[in-house]
């Protein structure tokens, strides 16, 4: 055993070992003997001695929180007529529970959490009747839990199977576990329903934990008569049915989360009942009908979700400000509609407010100002709201994140904005904003992403950027947006992730120093009026993937130098007026897939290396002057003059069999019919060829078909 901190430097054998730290002795006046070693949280590192087996009046063994390898010691199971505490949590045995340990029926108290123990659940456990404590959590523990476990009903009181591999369903025999206070089986591989009858554990049971597993079948109706709960996990899984009415009878119940199951029907408004509630969870689910309108009742609540239940319905009560513990309301995805009531901006402690993708219309009232606490977010996009922007978002000087895109604001973006000094993400893409961009928003020093994207923005950019040197997104396109682009912008070094001036009227030429942009990810700058040549400086772009230069006035040659955009994979080039050859360099990157350079003024051979061979013609389409003359392409072109030339031959062919036949044919029938009466030869000569051969004239053309074949291709 390793002790890297020195934890062990008291154990010297010149000191009697009950004075050793983390040695505890028995307080008897006869001979000294070990009760306990308590040497959890020591950094401790190796494996556990055999020799452990030989403190045989040992009770108490704590080792946890080190670093403790290999097996567990078979020689624990020695221990069998003292030990009634172990835990060799949080270390790193492996291996399957030793079988030995089956004889220490004395046990208590059993923590084997977080290790990498492994083999089936150990079903001697269920003999440890006085066991109040088991925990074999974090382990890959197989297999189903024993049906018998409830043979434990008069001791236990903390079960925890958390993380592990278990599969099947809980047994119904742990309802008798009448003294429980504690079950953990989340995360695991258990199905199936829940068992129906909790009632055996209502005055005990303070702490559920079912959540990240796969139940199924309906919330079972008697959980509401556990009156200590406090907390109720049973988020998920694949629960159905409705929330029964009956959890409005667990008074204590500070944490309940149904969110991400089946769950349909009505929220119970019995549930306001719970004034403990801390965190109400219901999102993700089928629910219907509206929020409460008692929701106000629920005073020490901080966290309401009831976001992504598409079919919920109505708008915000006007009690929500009862709710006056609230730090994060959401309620996105949902069909809530309506102006928002003025009660919900005296929530003076909310921190994250989420209404994106809802039916809410109306104006955003100047009252936003009020919520002085939002931190987080405010995210407000993709509903009905009008007007202009209220300049009160100013007075947010802590939130980080704001989202007003996909409303139908209008009028200019308010200067006020620039107050948000703590804002990193801010997205104001609405149809109806004109105006330009606001010089006071280089006073955004921590904004990492800027969005304002189709709107009526005109005039140039400004030339604000020298202090937004933490921007790793800067998207404006779709806009009105003139002139060349500012020099603070083309020096904006850091921008990490995309730079999109697509769709708008900028002139100019293409800045050079874009060349210096290592780390970013994405350039789009189709749809303008960029005249000059594309910058050789691009090569230094080694971290770009995607470059989007289509639909501008670009002239010249194309930079050799764009073969060293190691990272590319995505080149558009097309609707500019490029001149000259395509360099064989692009064809050599190795992540390249797209490439478009139709509609140029490109001449001279298309190179046959890489990416160039994969490519359809419509990438070269045109230029006129574009041509495949390779060795390769000629071999191309004339295989295909071949093919089409047999092609032809094999059409011409089956002509010329076609009508041989039909000619054998016609004169088989003229010479049969000079036996036949005179009325029948006339009407024999006039009756039209129906193409039906006899059996024998089929199979002579048949023949004569079979020695032209080899001609087709």
């Not at 556990?48 to 567990?72: D, M, R, W």
């Not at 199905?191 to 009632?199: N, V």
């Not at 988020?235 to 204590?252: A, D, W």
């Not at 100002?369 to 939002?374: A, F, T, V």
Request: hydrophobic share 35%; aromatic share 6%.
């Amino acid at each position: 055993m390793q002790d890297p901190t020195g934890a062990l430097a008291t154990w010297n054998v010149s000191t009697h070992f009950c004075t050793w730290d983390g040695v505890l002795c028995s307080n008897t006046s006869q001979q000294q003997q070990v009760k306990g070693l308590l040497l959890d949280s020591r950094q401790l590192k190796g494996a556990l001695s055999p020799e452990i087996g030989n403190l045989l009046t040992l009770s108490y063994l704590n080792i946890s929180n080190n670093i403790f390898h290999g097996s567990i010691p078979r020689e624990l199971g020695k221990l069998a007529s003292s030990l009634t505490h172990l835990d060799l949590s949080h270390n790193a045995f492996n291996d399957s529970v030793p079988a030995s340990l089956a004889n220490c029926t004395l046990l208590t108290f059993l923590d084997l959490n977080t290790n990498f123990l492994s083999g089936s659940f150990p079903e001697f456990i269920t003999n440890f009747t006085q066991l109040s404590y088991l925990d074999l959590s974090s382990n890959s523990i197989t297999g189903n839990t024993p049906r018998d476990i409830g043979l434990l009903s008069a001791s236990l009181q903390f079960f925890q199977l958390y993380n592990t591999q278990l599969t099947g369903s809980i047994p119904r025999s742990l309802m008798n576990c009448s003294k429980l206070v504690w079950l953990d089986v989340s995360n695991s591989l258990l199905s199936e329903a829940l068992p129906s009858d909790w009632t055996r554990l209502s005055s005990t049971l303070e702490e559920l934990n079912l959540d990240n597993s796969g139940f199924s079948g309906n919330v079972p109706e008697t959980l509401g008569n556990c009156t200590m709960l406090t907390v109720l996990h049973l988020h998920n899984n694949s629960l159905t049915g409705e929330i029964p009415s009956s959890l409005g009878e667990l008074r204590s119940l500070q944490d309940l989360k149904l969110y991400y199951n089946h769950l349909s029907g009505p929220v119970p408004s019995s549930l306001t009942n719970c004034t403990h509630l801390v965190y109400f969870e219901l999102s993700g689910n089928n629910l219907t009908g509206g929020i409460p309108e008692e929701i106000g009742r629920l005073s020490l609540v901080e966290w309401l979700t009831f976001s992504m239940n598409p079919l919920l319905e109505g708008s915000i009560p006007h009690s929500i400000d009862g709710c006056t513990q609230l730090r994060q309301l959401s309620l996105y995805q949902t069909n809530l509609e309506g102006v928002l009531p003025s009660s919900l901006f005296n929530l003076s402690k909310l921190e994250r407010l989420s209404l994106e993708d809802c039916a809410f219309s109306g104006r955003l009232p100047e009252l936003v100002g009020n919520l002085s606490s939002l931190s987080i977010k405010l995210d407000v996009s993709h509903n009905n709201f009008e007007g202009p922007i209220p300049a009160g978002l100013g007075k947010l000087s802590n939130l980080q994140g704001l989202y007003l895109q996909g409303n139908n604001f209008e009028g200019h973006l308010p200067h006020q904005l620039s107050e948000l000094r703590s804002i990193i993400e801010m997205d104001v893409s609405c149809s109806l904003i004109s105006g330009t961009i606001p010089t006071s928003f280089s006073r955004l020093a921590s904004l990492s992403k800027l969005y304002i994207r189709n709107t009526q923005i005109a005039g140039p950019i400004p030339d604000i950027f020298a202090d937004l040197q933490n921007l790793q997104v800067l998207d404006l396109s779709r806009n009105m947006l003139v002139g060349s682009i500012p020099q603070s912008l083309a020096t904006l070094y850091n921008l990490e992730l995309i730079l999109d001036l697509s769709s708008n009227r900028l002139t100019g030429s293409i800045p050079s120093s874009f060349g210096n942009m290592v780390r970013l990810q994405e350039m789009h700058l189709s749809g303008n009026m960029f005249t000059g040549r594309i910058p050789s400086a691009f090569g230094g772009c080694v971290g770009m993937q995607i470059l989007d230069l289509s639909h501008n006035r670009l002239e010249g040659d194309v930079p050799d130098a764009l073969g060293e955009m190691i990272s590319l994979e995505h080149l558009d080039m097309s609707h500019n007026r490029l001149s000259g050859s395509l360099p064989s360099s692009i064809g050599d990157l190795p992540k390249l897939i797209s490439l478009n350079v139709s509609y140029n003024m490109l001449e001279g051979v298309i190179p046959e290396n890489g990416v160039y061979r994969t490519l359809s013609a419509s990438a070269f389409v045109g230029n006129p002057r574009l041509s495949m003359d390779s060795p390769l392409s000629r071999s191309r072109s004339s295989d295909e003059r071949i093919h089409w030339k047999t092609r032809i031959i094999s059409v011409l062919l089956a002509a010329i069999v076609t009508l041989y036949c039909l000619r054998y044919y016609m004169k088989r029938k003229e010479a049969s019919a000079l036996d036949l009466p005179l009325w029948r030869r006339v009407f024999m000569r006039r009756k039209k060829v129906s193409g039906l051969l006899e059996e024998g004239e089929e199979d002579r053309c048949s023949n004569l078909e079979v020695e032209l074949r080899p001609w087709r291709l």
